[in-house]
């Protein structure tokens, strides 16, 4: 289940960002894929998970604004960001968790870090103003 991702950077206040997440070994056809952000000082708090089945969760703080999609052919999942705010400065984490009991709770929005066993690697994300 590791994972590897990649893209993010510095932007200013209204702009744009595209992370990548590679999947290089799935454990089940059933999952959550998830992206999680840290900022200094706080905890790692859930953005938005996307199902094995399609079915999507934001945060209040991204809806709207962020879109979480997956590329199967391509093990891949992505979270696209636009209308970015300072707020959004932080590390991002893209998290999976597997199995049939993993999927159908993935869009419930209530998990925690402790409710994913794999991780990527985290990128930084930062928005000036």
């Known amino acids: 289940g590791r994972l590897v991702q990649s893209g993010g950077g510095s932007v200013q206040a209204g702009g744009s960002l595209r992370l990548s997440c590679v999947i290089s070994?799935?454990?089940?056809?059933?999952?959550?894929m998830s992206w999680f952000h840290q900022a200094p000082g706080k905890e790692r708090e859930l953005v938005s998970t996307?199902?094995?089945?399609?079915?999507?969760y934001y945060s209040d703080s991204v809806k709207g604004r962020f879109t979480i999609s997956r590329d199967n052919a391509n093990d891949t999942i992505y979270l696209e960001m636009k209308k970015l705010k300072p707020e959004d400065t932080a590390m991002y984490y893209c998290?999976?968790?597997?199995?049939?009991?993993?999927?159908?709770?993935?869009?419930?929005?209530?998990?925690?870090?402790?409710?994913?066993?794999?991780w990527g690697q985290g990128t930084q994300v930062t928005v000036s103003s």
């Open positions: 070994e799935r454990k089940s056809r059933y999952y959550c």
């Open positions: 998290a999976a968790a597997w199995g049939l009991d993993r999927m159908v709770e993935c869009p419930a929005g209530r998990q925690t870090r402790g409710d994913f066993p794999d």
């Open positions: 996307i199902s094995s089945r399609d079915f999507e």
